[in-house]
């Protein structure tokens, strides 16, 4: 009787399945790893070869397309209509957005635009559409004047108390005038300038807003560093002394003397109005008459 081993009968070296793949999970994946590392510098390889063909290309490929729909005169700028623009006209609208013959209407830049059109004196804001294929819509806001300066000539004046240009000579105007200084001395002195501007319109506010239904309306501000504001009125050419500040107060005070003189105020030349809880009187026929004041008349 013969009995065989049964490793015996197996090839020396051959392992089972199980064995090799343990082994192969073993060995470090180094050849998928290095074909995955060649494909991907490859692809960007492709990608940067791309790039740089599309880059030297691009503006050659830019005026091909430019030059063929301006030839099937495809979106092309053809309207223009503009709204809510009094002051500026609209030549001068159109000058500031620099189109070019045939300009296709998406190839401008459309902020560098509006900061153009939004440089011109009257304007305050714009806004620019692009109404596909061919149509440009702006919208304009402009600067209200409120007040005419006079420095050597007029100006116009916004609510803000900034000076918008100069007034045009061929229209009437009617609002108040804001004069007494001499145009050096604002010019060397432009925070005085600035300051005494906003008090004048900021007094023009307050009394747009008291002064509804008052016969008298507001025709001449004289500013002053040192005296403040004197208003000289349209009705009876009244000056009013209102100071720098407090202006509500000092003219609800002002029309508390009228109510208290009555008919004797058409024999007044100006109230000063800028103390502190008093209003001094002067008469057309005398300098000065004395302190009206108005808490003795129960108007307080």
């Given at each position: 009787m013969i009995l065989r081993h049964p490793e015996k009968s197996k090839r020396r070296g051959r392992i089972s399945n199980s064995r090799k793949d343990l082994r192969r999970a073993r060995r470090p994946q180094?050849?998928?790893?290095?074909?995955?590392?060649?494909?991907?510098m490859a692809?960007?390889?492709?990608?940067?070869?791309?790039?740089?063909?599309?880059?030297?290309?691009?503006?050659?490929?830019?005026?091909?397309?430019?030059?063929?729909?301006?030839?099937?005169?495809?979106?092309?700028?053809?309207?223009i209509i503009i709204v809510g623009n009094r002051r500026s006209s609209r030549k001068e609208i159109v000058e500031a957005l620099e189109l070019t013959p045939r300009q296709l209407i998406f190839s401008f830049n459309l902020k560098?635009?509006?900061?153009?059109?939004?440089?011109?004196?009257?304007?305050?804001?714009?806004?620019?559409r692009r109404r596909w294929p061919d149509r440009l819509e702006i919208v304009v806001k402009e600067r209200q004047p409120k007040a005419l300066l006079y420095l050597g000539k007029l100006y116009l004046v916004d609510r803000q108390g900034l000076i918008i240009a100069p007034a045009p000579e061929d229209e009437?105007?009617?609002?108040?005038?804001?004069?007494?200084?001499?145009?050096?001395?604002?010019?060397?002195?432009?925070?005085?300038?600035?300051?005494?501007?906003?008090?004048?319109?900021?007094?023009?506010?307050?009394?747009?807003?008291?002064?509804?239904?008052?016969?008298?309306?507001?025709?001449?501000?004289?500013?002053?560093?040192?005296?403040?504001?004197?208003?000289?009125?349209?009705?009876?050419?009244?000056?009013?002394?209102?100071?720098?500040?407090?202006?509500?107060?000092?003219?609800?005070?002002?029309?508390?003397?009228?109510?208290?003189?009555?008919?004797?105020?058409?024999?007044?030349k100006y109230f000063d109005c800028a103390g502190n809880d008093s209003v001094v009187v002067g008469l057309r026929s005398q300098t000065i008459v004395g302190d009206v004041n108005v808490e003795e008349h129960g108007q307080k």
């Open positions: 180094t050849r998928s790893s290095n074909r995955k590392f060649l494909l991907f692809f960007v390889c492709l990608c940067g070869l791309g790039g740089g063909a599309l880059w030297l290309w691009w503006p050659t490929l830019v005026a091909s397309a430019d030059g063929w729909l301006k030839g099937q005169d495809s979106f092309l700028v053809k309207e560098e635009t509006q900061d153009r059109v939004r440089s011109l004196p009257f304007v305050r804001d714009i806004r620019i009437k105007l009617d609002f108040p005038l804001i004069n007494g200084a001499s145009s050096s001395k604002w010019q060397n002195q432009p925070e005085v300038r600035s300051r005494l501007l906003e008090k004048a319109i900021k007094l023009l506010l307050v009394w747009e807003k008291m002064g509804q239904k008052w016969p008298e309306k507001v025709a001449q501000i004289v500013p002053d560093e040192v005296y403040g504001l004197t208003v000289f009125t349209t009705d009876k050419d009244w000056e009013l002394q209102l100071g720098l500040d407090s202006f509500d107060e000092h003219l609800r005070r002002w029309r508390q003397v009228l109510a208290v003189l009555g008919e004797s105020a058409m024999a007044v």
